[in-house]
């Protein structure tokens, strides 16, 4: 079994692979995005194909804005000029889109990337830890998370699995209510100096720094 | 603007290095995570700081857009709701797939956790909070 790569590896790695794809994607790097709408994939299907029906972002923008005024329960408001919020989840990038007419290439597009994308991407995450894995040598089968979640938060079945469970509702609640995770706001978002991405990331990261001191050191 | 099969070879590269990377840094290790939050190993710590230093620096180079985002009323309780899931279960979204990826069966109880958490998210977005979270899959 090898050993994990040193940091400046890492930092080289995550790095490539943010950038390349925010080039090659014209859009960020989002995991928890990619999950929500792959679950929600229905509604996300509704919308891509309403977003085929549109030739005009116009158009596209005022449909959509409909859509989402439905989603959220609020009213809709048809007669901007600029396109509301397209798809449910996102933001307004009007003023986004203003700001970067004058940046020179603007390497995010409005719409969301093909539902499909989203799916293969995460399949891709599977495949690429998996190839990880087995050729470092690290792959091996087991029923419990390893010595470190044993030793710092549980040893008892019933109790890990109500931790991980509980764990990752607040991953997932809490991801989508802030707007992104590690790789959309940590990575892509303080790459791009977003101060919406900057306090999320100080704050998860924060919080994940005392939970952890508290189960290494309290509990 | 990509074609759809631009957009689709590119995520399969993504994804792949991605999962293959973290990997190999050894964020589904849930004892490294808990050493870099605990800064007993600032090895992974360096190995985000570094990364964002990077992509900071090639974004500024390639005069990439720098969107302002809006510091909405979810994103203080959404992340420390999600620093706390995180530093409990070891994953954030990627990482209970490498996870199971790695052979950690249980992590598939974090991945239906993730899912359940994200689908109470959004009704509970659309029937209380009315929040316009904004997206990072833009």
């Known amino acids: 079994m090898s050993t994990y790569w040193p940091w400046w590896a890492g930092a080289v790695g995550l790095a490539l692979v943010t950038i390349n794809h925010t080039l090659s994607t014209d859009r960020s790097l989002g995991v928890s995005a990619a ?185 | 603007m990509r074609t759809r099969g631009a957009v689709l070879l590119a995520s399969i590269i993504t994804g792949l290095a991605l999962g293959y990377t973290v990997t190999n840094i050894g964020f589904g290790d849930y004892a490294e995570l808990n050493r870099m939050f605990t800064f007993q190993d600032p090895r992974m710590l360096l190995s985000f700081v570094g990364a964002v230093v990077i992509i900071v620096c090639a974004f500024a180079l390639l005069r990439v857009r720098r969107t302002p985002g809006r510091i909405h009323a979810g994103v203080v309780p959404g992340a420390l709701l999600f620093g706390t899931g995180w530093a409990i279960s070891g994953g954030c979204p990627a990482i209970p797939i490498i996870q199971v990826a790695s052979g950690y069966l249980p992590a598939l109880i974090t991945i239906v956790g993730v899912i359940v958490g994200m689908r109470l998210c959004r009704w509970a977005n659309a029937r209380y909070f009315h929040l316009d979270r904004g997206s990072c899959g833009l």
Request: with cysteine; aromatic share 8%.
């Open chain 1, 35 to 219: 999950w929500d709408r792959v679950l929600h994939w229905r509604r996300e299907r509704q919308l891509e194909r309403m977003d085929d029906e549109f030739t005009d972002d116009q158009a596209l923008a005022e449909a959509l804005a409909a859509a989402t005024a439905e989603h959220f329960g609020t009213t809709a408001t048809t007669t901007s000029t600029v396109p509301q919020v397209p798809y449910g989840t996102s933001q307004p990038p009007g003023a986004e889109a203003g700001s970067a007419a004058s940046e020179g290439p603007a390497a995010t597009s409005l719409r969301p990337a093909p539902l499909i994308t989203q799916a293969v991407l995460l399949v891709s995450i599977f495949l690429g830890g998996l190839i990880a894995a087995v050729t470092s040598g690290r792959f091996h089968l087991r029923f419990d998370m390893g010595p470190g979640f044993r030793n710092l938060v549980t040893a008892d079945s019933a109790t890990m699995i109500a931790v991980l469970f509980a764990g990752g509702v607040l991953v997932g609640f809490g991801t989508r209510l802030a707007g992104g995770c590690s790789s959309g706001h940590g990575l892509s978002g303080c790459g791009r100096l977003r101060p919406v991405s900057i306090v999320a990331t100080a704050v998860f990261f924060g919080t994940a720094v005392a939970v952890s001191f508290l189960l290494w050191k309290v509990i």
